[in-house]
Structures are given as structure tokens and as C-alpha cells.
């Protein structure tokens, strides 16, 4: 019984030590008040394993206190733009001016009282973004248009859902008519743990975008072989926490050859961790999640964007590269074969390009196509999705 009683005991340690890191990959900012509470008790019960494992194969820091989860993760690719932040109410992506906005508004509440409104807030970030060198960059807010008004609320979304902003009273919608404000809690624990940068961005010299970026996310370089393995192994570990799949193609020599070697301690590593199943294949590796929630893109997916998506995968998996025009084509006849099933503007004239945009963005995202120019290029994974003739099984005797 004793035996029995312990093995429970363990099994319950793991699942809790599991759910706690799929909390963190989820959501790296966990609050302790709020929907975040119940994971934040894991982490804290389990901070010390889950700080050890992601430092020694990530080099990810996670902070746990009183008030915040923190997992200060840095990205593997940072050009990589198919994972946008969006306005967590519209799902729209952030446009170039959002992104600043954003930016503006975090440095406004750093400087910010306990509470602020959403008024003085925009009035700090107008004053902020008249600076010449930012306006020489062609950014202009004023807050004369409802566009700019509808910017700003997307941004304070963001930060609610973050957890930067409490909403005390207000409402933002009253922002965007211009005919009312909001008031909020500035979490000032939440806000100082979001720069991820393994430097200040003021210490930074560069003076353009890509070479600020490097900047930022440089690393030391390694002096010993036991260290560039420990480097290799930890950019390795990122990307297949972070992206769908992992192709050969994409990695350097020394990363292909380490793979090659460790792939199955990395891999055995990561599902014990957070129960992701490992799909090996030539052409690379994916992580699959059985629980279907780490991923924010989701194939296949119910509605006419996610059916258009499928269709097209389809598509290009029995054809090969593909010129846009072809794919449209391709989608106003879909169109017209299932009109009755989809929403009704998306057989209009032209909708065929919206919806062959989103069904790409969203392939490119989950790395089962690449777009050079007009030309989509199906990439290995998109196999997976080809329609082979039926089976027909004979009845029993």
C-alpha cells in the first residue's frame, strides 16, 4: 500500500510539474490575482526544478514572486514576423504603429501614478511620438482620427490582457467615440518584468532595425566546446518549444550535426517536461501537443477562413509551387461550390484575395508553406495534408 501510495504521490508531482511549464510556454507572463492564480501556485510549488530546466536548456529565466510568473523568454528567429501580436478582442495583427504605440505607452506607465486614465495616457504618447526622430520615421499620432483612437484601444487590450492595466472603471469604446474614458491600475510587478532583452535597449548603439536587433538578442560567444554545445543545444530546445516544426534545411552545419547526435535526449527531454510528442521525420522534426492547447494557430479550423485554408493545402500539396493567381482562381471556384456553407461575403468579387492572404499567413505560420514573391512553395509538413483515393473495405462474410 505504501507503494502504491507513493507512486500516486509521484504521478501527482509530474502532472502538476507538467501543467505548471505548459502554463509558462502558454502564457509567459502569469498573474498571481486573476485567471493565472491557479498556475502561478504550481509554479511557485515547482520553481526551483522549472528554473533549472529552462535555464540549462533554454537559457529562458523565469522570475516567480509574490505577485508575477515571469518566463523571460528570447526568441530564436527574430525575423520572423508570422506570429504578430494582436488585439486580443478583434484578433487583428499589429500594425507598424501599434508596435510603437505600444512601446510609448509601456515607457508613459513606467513613468505613470498608481492609477491613469486611458485620456492621459494618450496624452502622454501624443507628446512622446511628436519627438522629430521618431516623426522623421513617418509615425504621426495625434489622436485627430478615429483610426489613431482605435490604435491606442488596441494597444490598451493588450496590456490588459498582459496584465499590465487592471481596468478599475471606464470603458474603452467611449474612447474611440470620444465621448467618455477609462480609468486603471497600473500593475507596476507585471510591467517591470516584460523587457526580455538580454540588454538594455538604451545601451544599444546600432542605429538600424535589423542590427538593433542583433544587438538585443546577442549572445556571448562561446570560448569552449562544452559551451558552443551548451549554446547549440539550448537554440535547438527554443525553436521546438516555440515553432511547428523544426526542418533540417533551416539549421547550420554544427546544429544539424548536434541534432543528429542528441536529437533523441533533446526530444525526450522536452515530453517529459510538457508532454509533447515528437514526430520524426527526414526532413525534420515537429512537436506535436495531444492537448491541442500551445500553439495560437490552430490546423484545421472550423468557419470559411479555415476551411479556404485546408482547401488550399490541399491544393498546393498536389500541385507544388503555386503563383497567386492561381490560388485565387482556385479559391473563387471553391467558392462557388460551397457558397451555401460559407459566410456570405466570402464569395463576393475579390474576396478570394482575403481570404487566399489569411489562409497563407496562416500556413506560413504553422511552416507548412513558404511565399517568395507570387509564388507559395509548399514545404514538407504540408504532406500531411494530401487527399489520397479512397479506401474501400470489403464487408465481412
Given at each position: ?17 507538467a501543467r ?9 507572463v ?11 501556485v504550481?509554479v511557485r510549488?515547482?520553481a ?25 523568454k ?11 501580436a ?8 499589429f ?5 510603437v ?5 509601456l515607457?508613459?506607465l ?6 491613469v486614465?486611458l485620456?492621459r ?12 526622430d ?23 487590450r493588450?496590456?490588459?490582457?498582459l496584465?499590465?492595466?487592471?481596468r478599475v472603471?471606464?470603458d ?10 477609462a480609468l ?5 510587478r507585471?510591467?517591470s518584468?516584460?523587457?526580455a ?7 544599444v548603439d ?5 542590427e ?12 569552449t ?6 549554446q ?7 525553436r ?8 533540417h534545411?533551416d ?9 543528429t ?10 515530453t517529459?517536461?510538457t ?52 490560388l ?15 459566410r456570405?461575403n ?21 511552416r ?20 489520397g ?9
Amino acid at each position: 500500500m505504501t507503494g502504491a501510495l507513493s507512486h500516486a504521490v509521484d504521478q501527482n508531482r509530474r502532472a502538476e510539474y507538467a501543467r505548471a511549464a505548459r502554463a509558462l510556454l502558454r502564457r509567459p507572463v502569469l498573474r498571481a490575482h486573476g485567471p493565472d492564480a491557479e498556475y502561478v501556485v504550481l509554479v511557485r510549488r515547482h520553481a526551483s526544478e522549472l528554473r533549472a530546466w529552462f535555464d540549462r536548456n533554454t537559457g529562458w529565466r523565469l522570475v516567480v514572486d509574490s505577485e508575477v510568473a515571469r518566463l523571460v523568454k528570447t526568441v530564436a528567429d527574430t525575423t520572423d514576423t508570422t506570429h504578430p501580436a494582436r488585439d486580443p478582442r478583434s484578433r487583428a495583427p499589429f500594425t507598424r504603429r501599434r508596435y510603437v504605440l505600444l512601446c510609448l505607452a509601456l515607457a508613459a506607465l513606467d513613468r505613470a501614478d498608481a492609477q491613469v486614465t486611458l485620456g492621459r495616457l494618450a496624452e502622454q504618447i501624443v507628446l512622446a511620438a511628436a519627438d522629430p526622430d521618431l516623426a522623421a520615421t513617418g509615425i504621426a499620432f495625434t489622436l485627430d482620427r478615429r483610426e489613431e483612437r482605435t490604435d491606442l484601444v488596441s494597444v490598451v487590450r493588450l496590456l490588459l490582457d498582459l496584465g499590465v492595466l487592471a481596468r478599475v472603471a471606464g470603458d474603452e469604446e467611449a474612447f474611440v467615440r470620444d465621448d467618455g474614458d477609462a480609468l486603471y491600475d497600473v500593475e507596476r510587478r507585471v510591467l517591470s518584468s516584460l523587457l526580455a532583452t538580454p540588454r538594455g535597449p538604451s545601451t544599444v548603439d546600432a542605429t538600424g532595425l535589423d542590427e538593433r536587433l542583433a544587438a538585443l538578442t546577442a549572445e556571448l560567444p562561446p570560448t569552449t566546446d562544452d559551451l558552443r554545445n551548451q549554446q547549440i543545444r539550448r537554440r535547438l530546445t527554443r525553436r521546438l518549444l516555440d515553432e511547428p516544426v523544426l526542418y533540417h534545411s533551416d539549421l547550420d552545419e554544427a546544429e544539424l550535426a548536434y541534432l543528429t547526435s542528441q536529437r533523441h535526449a533533446i526530444t525526450s527531454r522536452i515530453t517529459e517536461l510538457t508532454g509533447l510528442v515528437a514526430e520524426v521525420r527526414a526532413e525534420g522534426i515537429a512537436m506535436v501537443d495531444p492537448l491541442d492547447d500551445l500553439t495560437d494557430v490552430r490546423m484545421p479550423e472550423s468557419g470559411t477562413d479555415g476551411h479556404a485554408t485546408l482547401l488550399l493545402a490541399e491544393y498546393l500539396t498536389a500541385r507544388g509551387p503555386l503563383p497567386l493567381d492561381a490560388l485565387h482562381a482556385h479559391l473563387r471556384k471553391k467558392g462557388v461550390e460551397h457558397a451555401s456553407f460559407w459566410r456570405k461575403n466570402a464569395t463576393a468579387g475579390g474576396a478570394e484575395v482575403e481570404l487566399a492572404a489569411t489562409a497563407i499567413a496562416r500556413l506560413e505560420a504553422l511552416r507548412l508553406v513558404e511565399q517568395r514573391g507570387d509564388v507559395v512553395h509548399p514545404r514538407p509538413a504540408l504532406a500531411r495534408y494530401a487527399v489520397g483515393p479512397p479506401t474501400i473495405q470489403e464487408p465481412r462474410s
